[in-house]
């Protein structure tokens, strides 16, 4: 696992009610604002499909939106939400007993199963979402739907095909999965139907008393469209997040942030996170907003005032993008920082585009430790790059348009550095040229004068042999 920022971790409270990085939970809910449309239109595709998808880049808030907004409405709506994480190491058990494992463990705490214990050790999940009249109830009788949330599926990509073992257990999990969404049993247990009657007896063939939500990365749509023969319905209900507009972003802003900020300095806030541009107008990343205000909300306490005014925006703009950026790159070799700001950055410093496998390649030759595939990952997860599938190629970028002031800034002072060093270099190599120059002219000078003496000796002793 990637160590977190230092900012994932901190503690959220009336005075500090901005989360930096880190995505909100269900505790921390009272400081999320401003996605309450989005959290609306999830529940009623939730409610109303077995199968939901939820996409969108990196960082606009697919998480929290699940963690702080849906899952609370619906646990109120008669729903029993399971968090599922599979893990594909070898050592774990299937996916399917994993996930059954997490389903009891969570409807445990909820309520309880009319027909509890019926469920078998190596039931398909289909299987165990249609055992007849076994149906979870809560403590006053209520009947509760359980909702598998898969966030992150996109790990099935990425994670589950490092070796044959995880692209063996993604597979089974992949399959497990296509029965449920589409709620069809296996075509073993359709075989068992014909010669054997406990499995009506068993099964009840028409429920539909559960849901299934996925949440994915944007850049990983393509890989799941590739699911689409087996699970027709992941392309029948999907949901794309946008980014925020200007309004949601005053409200994300003004509503944890109380007496904190006013008005007028939240909407300066909204305008440069979203580039200048007006509010009308504005797109914003929710989670470059949080970060902002976060890190404007300690330089607060740091001044010991009670509200963030202009001027500490005006006086941050720059540092705050910088600490950012410094902070990202802080374990990385130097020549990882070259990559970004060479390879993402346009001469005139623009965001550039760039094919995943050239990236990854020029990681490599960076040396970034221990291996490309993890410091780009990381770089993603730490929100400075995102991945961009576009036409099958899967590109990678910076975050934002406003982080290009910083990296270009980091870009000319490291130029300056290089061109100093290189002439620095050659003024050297030139005054050993010199030096070697002067040495030669010495030495012919010595020699002149070797030959001068020698040459007065010999006609002095020509001379001499003469006179004599
Ligand atoms: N409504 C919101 N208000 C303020 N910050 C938000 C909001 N939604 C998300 N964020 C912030 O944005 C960042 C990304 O959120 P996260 O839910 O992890 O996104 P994703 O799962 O899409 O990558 C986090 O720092 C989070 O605190
Ligand atoms: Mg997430």
Same mark, same amino acid.
């Given at each position: 696992?990637?160590?977190?920022?230092?900012?994932?971790?901190?503690?959220?409270?009336?005075?500090?009610?901005?989360?930096?990085?880190?995505?909100?939970?269900?505790?921390?809910?009272?400081?999320?604002?401003?996605?309450?449309?989005?959290?609306?239109?999830?529940?009623?595709?939730?409610?109303?499909?077995?199968?939901?998808?939820?996409?969108?880049?990196?960082?606009?808030?697919?998480?929290?939106?699940?963690?702080?907004?849906?899952?609370?409405?619906?646990?109120?709506?008669?729903?029993?939400?399971?968090?599922?994480?599979?893990?594909?190491?070898?050592?774990?058990?299937?996916?399917?007993?994993?996930?059954?494992?997490?389903?009891?463990?969570?409807?445990?705490?909820?309520?309880?199963?009319?027909?509890?214990?019926?469920?078998?050790?190596?039931?398909?999940?289909?299987?165990?979402?249609?055992?007849?009249?076994?149906?979870?109830?809560?403590?006053?009788?209520?009947?509760?739907?359980?909702?598998?949330?898969?966030?992150?599926?996109?790990?099935?990509?990425?994670?589950?095909?490092?070796?044959?073992?995880?692209?063996?257990?993604?597979?089974?999990?992949?399959?497990?999965?296509?029965?449920?969404?589409?709620?069809?049993?296996?075509?073993?247990?359709?075989?068992?139907?014909?010669?054997?009657?406990?499995?009506?007896?068993?099964?009840?063939?028409?429920?539909?008393?559960?849901?299934?939500?996925?949440?994915?990365?944007?850049?990983?749509?393509?890989?799941?469209?590739?699911?689409?023969?087996?699970?027709?319905?992941?392309?029948?209900?999907?949901?794309?997040?946008?980014?925020?507009?200007?309004?949601?972003?005053?409200?994300?802003?003004?509503?944890?942030?109380?007496?904190?900020?006013?008005?007028?300095?939240?909407?300066?806030?909204?305008?440069?996170?979203?580039?200048?541009?007006?509010?009308?107008?504005?797109?914003?990343?929710?989670?470059?907003?949080?970060?902002?205000?976060?890190?404007?909300?300690?330089?607060?306490?740091?001044?010991?005032?009670?509200?963030?005014?202009?001027?500490?925006?005006?006086?941050?703009?720059?540092?705050?993008?910088?600490?950012?950026?410094? %902070?990202?790159?802080?374990?990385?070799?130097?020549?990882?920082?070259?990559?970004?700001?060479?390879?993402?950055?346009?001469?005139?410093?623009?965001?550039?585009?760039?094919?995943?496998?050239?990236?990854?390649?020029?990681?490599?030759?960076?040396?970034?430790?221990?291996?490309?595939?993890?410091?780009?990952?990381?770089?993603?997860?730490?929100?400075?790059?995102?991945?961009?599938?576009?036409?099958?190629?899967? %590109?990678?970028?910076?975050?934002?348009?406003?982080?290009?002031?910083?990296?270009?800034?980091? %870009?000319?002072? %490291?130029?300056?550095?290089?061109?100093?060093?290189?002439?620095?270099?050659?003024?050297?190599?030139?005054?050993?040229?010199?030096?070697?120059?002067?040495?030669?002219?010495?030495?012919?000078?010595?020699?002149?004068?070797?030959?001068?003496?020698?040459?007065?000796?010999?006609?002095?002793?020509?001379?001499?042999?003469?006179?004599?």
């Amino acid at each position: 696992m990637n160590a977190p920022l230092p900012t994932t971790d901190a503690v959220v409270d009336q005075r500090h009610p901005w989360l930096g990085l880190a995505s909100f939970s269900e505790s921390t809910r009272g400081f999320f604002y401003g996605r309450e449309e989005e959290v609306a239109e999830l529940a009623r595709r939730v409610q109303r499909m077995l199968l939901t998808v939820l996409f969108g880049q990196s960082g606009l808030g697919k998480t929290s939106i699940l963690r702080a907004g849906l899952v609370p409405r619906l646990r109120a709506e008669g729903y029993c939400p399971v968090y599922v994480r599979i893990d594909y190491g070898p050592d774990a058990p299937s996916p399917a007993l994993q996930i059954k494992q997490a389903i009891l463990r969570e409807t445990a705490a909820a309520g309880t199963w009319s027909r509890a214990g019926v469920a078998g050790q190596d039931e398909s999940l289909w299987e165990f979402f249609h055992h007849r009249d076994d149906v979870l109830h809560d403590a006053d009788g209520r009947v509760l739907l359980p909702l598998l949330i898969f966030d992150q599926f996109e790990e099935i990509f990425t994670l589950a095909q490092g070796d044959d073992g995880g692209r063996r257990r993604a597979a089974a999990f992949l399959e497990d999965l296509a029965e449920l969404v589409e709620n069809r049993p296996s075509a073993a247990l359709e075989a068992r139907l014909e010669d054997d009657d406990s499995v009506v007896e068993r099964f009840d063939f028409a429920r539909n008393d559960y849901r299934v939500l996925i949440t994915l990365r944007e850049d990983y749509l393509a890989h799941l469209e590739s699911l689409k023969a087996a699970m027709p319905s992941i392309t029948q209900n999907r949901m794309r997040l946008a980014p925020m507009t200007g309004q949601q972003a005053l409200a994300a802003v003004t509503g944890p942030g109380g007496r904190l900020v006013t008005e007028e300095v939240a909407a300066a806030i909204v305008r440069f996170v979203a580039g200048g541009a007006e509010l009308a107008h504005a797109q914003v990343e929710p989670s470059l907003l949080s970060l902002i205000c976060r890190e404007l909300n300690d330089k607060r306490t740091a001044a010991g005032r009670d509200e963030i005014s202009l001027d500490l925006l005006a006086g941050s703009h720059a540092s705050i993008l910088s600490d950012f950026y410094a %902070r990202v790159l802080l374990e990385q070799p130097e020549a990882v920082r070259s990559v970004i700001e060479d390879m993402l950055l346009t001469a005139s410093g623009y965001r550039e585009n760039v094919a995943e496998e050239g990236v990854l390649h020029a990681l490599t030759a960076a040396g970034a430790a221990p291996d490309a595939h993890s410091v780009l990952a990381l770089l993603v997860d730490r929100r400075l790059l995102r991945i961009e599938e576009r036409l099958d190629v899967r %590109r990678v970028e910076l975050t934002h348009d406003v982080l290009c002031g910083v990296v270009l800034a980091s %870009r000319a002072l %490291r130029h300056e550095r290089e061109e100093r060093g290189i002439a620095e270099r050659k003024l050297a190599s030139q005054r050993e040229r010199e030096r070697a120059t002067r040495k030669a002219l010495l030495r012919a000078r010595q020699i002149t004068a070797g030959c001068v003496v020698l040459t007065v000796v010999s006609v002095g002793s020509a001379v001499f042999g003469y006179v004599k």
